[in-house]
């Protein structure tokens, strides 16, 4: 993440001899990095994941919320959740460097955690405001409209009174932070969910992380991370950020005729209901991996583009999510406080 977002910002021509050595030396590393994840998920190792203790660092997205609530048994009365979809430990190293550069107020203790495979927003942020492994939402597993129930009943159960808790989606201008600073004041939540869906709905229409990381840089210069980070922290919050999957540059290699996909924009996997029609994609598509994993619904059978590849026209380079890589797979987890004295 730290190499590719200083890469991203380098200057100079793309077309430079210079720039096409540090190409073609991160796509070595991309080759690397992705065939060794691979293979340990393949081998299993990516379920033992779900079951390790949480007191430390969430190790998946879906232990976030208990997480959480250990925390405020340690004495962090009022938790801020803050949901960067789509955001890559890249885009995150980019975020932070632009404020440590225009405000010396903040402190980040930074961690990564794993999202769920694939990773497709229905799927990895469904279980990360829920709590649960996506087997047991599997009946809103293909969208996102239960998000707030399951983020108010996981603390329901915790004990917490309904009226303490919080969950916004949609946020992205600084206009909109009027609004939610009212919100707080009026209805004083202890522990707030937030989505912050920028960079998500930004990256599906560019056609390069360099790309993308330009315009993280205009929407940073807005000040709306940093604005809402002082409001945050003003209020008493305890901020932990974090993304429900991050996202990777693609190459295309056709759109699979059949097959039902889990979300429309997943364009690094299809999901299949049935075995036939799987296997059917399979032949057609001999790049693809099928991974078995532990936590899915049985009936919910994805289905990976191989290496760097995604489901779109035949060539179209795309920056997308829902696969099986480093930058996809693993997120950022970050604590966010005021610098000791800045307050």
Sequence with gaps: GEILARAHGLPGAEGSEQFLK??????????????RLQAWVAAKHYADLML????????????IPRFLRHRRAAGEAKVALLVFDGLAFDQWVQI????????????????TSFAWLPTVTSVSRQALFSGLKP????????????????????????????????????????????MLESDLADRRPKILGLVIDEVDDRLHKERSKKDVAMWIGNWLVTGFVDRLFSMLLDKGYHIYLTADHGNVESTGVGRPNQGVIAETRGERVRVYRSET????????????VRLDLAGLPANFMPLFAGGRTAFVPEGDQVVVHGGVSVEELIVPFVKVSYVIGTE
């Design 22 to 35: 540090v190409r073609s030396s991160i796509n070595a590393l991309h080759a690397q990095s992705d065939g």
């Design 52 to 63: 390790q203790p949480v007191t430390k660092g969430p190790v998946m997205v879906h232990h």
């Design 96 to 111: 932070r460097e632009r404020l440590i550069a225009s405000t010396k107020r903040f402190a980040f203790d930074e961690g």
């Design 135 to 178: 087997r047991e939402f599997d009946d809103s597993i293909d969208r996102t409209d239960k998000e707030e129930a399951l983020w108010k009943t996981f603390w329901q159960n915790e004990g917490v009174n309904p009226n303490d808790v919080m969950y916004r989606r949609a946020l992205r201008q600084v206009d909109q932070l009027d």
């Design 277 to 288: 029609l799987l296997a059917d994609s399979a032949a057609a598509y001999p790049s693809t």
